[in-house]
């Protein structure tokens, strides 16, 4: 009788286990969803984020949250989304400079990227612009060098923060025309850019999302695009290459989840992220942006981050950059 009671008991938790629990593949999501990006509302990739947010939420059956929690470049965001609990209800939404800048300029940052994030998929490629204020007297890029090296440590740049991005091609860009520019890190895209618009600065790096809506309303001149090209949606506006050589600066956003995030779930995530980038309103909306969607796979975007930690760490180092 009492091996008989002890099956049944031992029956009842099998049964549990198998149908009751569940996989985690079966049980995701359970709750809203959230995307964290480390800047403030109002940049390129906040803005792709809150394209996409609709629709993926349509497709997990529950909300997707954009949470911005800016500060320290990013560093503050990525370090929330490594403590949150590994279940793919929390993932980060970053850029070259996160996944990629950061480990080179910040030698003591509180997570290591490699080992506390799982690399989920490269959400885009994007080409910065450089922006001037209308005021300024230039109208092309061998104007503004010209201009720059007549006036050493006049002419200023902004940036949507210390250390990133938009600030290291600044840096690279007076290093390549041999000027002394001055660096104005601000906290976010929009206020760079605003400040660009009002004159307090002469230029600055950002994606074409950020600034051409100001490009329309005469606000800011669109005066170069930093990718090997010029860009479909912008013919007559010249890559910076065409008169620096060798000068090109791409960024990028890309998805990655906490570490020990079940293989299951994040297989759920690539999916609905491939289906809403092949979206054909999406895919309009992001390269009209000055985006270009890729949805990479796991391991296609793990390889291209490892690639451009290792030419950025070079950059920086030959280039001797340091965060303000």
Known sequence: MQCTFQFFRVFLLLFALTFGLGSPAQTFPS???????????????????RLMAPKLSELFGQPVLIENKPGANGVLGMDFVVKAPADGHTLFLGTLGNFSVNPALYPNLPFNVDKQFVPLTELASVSFVLFVNPALPVKSVSDLVAYAKRQPDAVNFSSSS?????????????????????????????????????GQVHMTFEAAAAGMPHVKSGRLRALAVTGAGRLPFLPDVPAVQETVPGFQVVNWYGMAAPAGTPKEVLA??????????AVPEIREKMVSMGTDPVGSSPEEFAQFVKLETAKWTRIIRDAQIRPD
């Not at 990006?37 to 940049?43: A, E, Q, R, T």
């Not at 759920?268 to 980038?277: F, Q």
């Open 31 to 49: 709750k809203p969803l959230r995307i964290v990006i480390g800047f403030p509302p109002g940049g390129g990739i906040d803005m792709v984020a």
């Open 162 to 198: 210390s250390g990133g991005l938009p600030h290291l091609a600044g840096e690279l860009f007076a290093s390549a025309i041999g000027a002394k520019m001055v660096h104005v890190p601000y906290k976010g895209s929009a206020a760079s850019i605003s400040d660009v618009m009002a």
């Open 268 to 277: 759920r995530w690539h999916s609905e992220i491939a289906k809403v980038l």
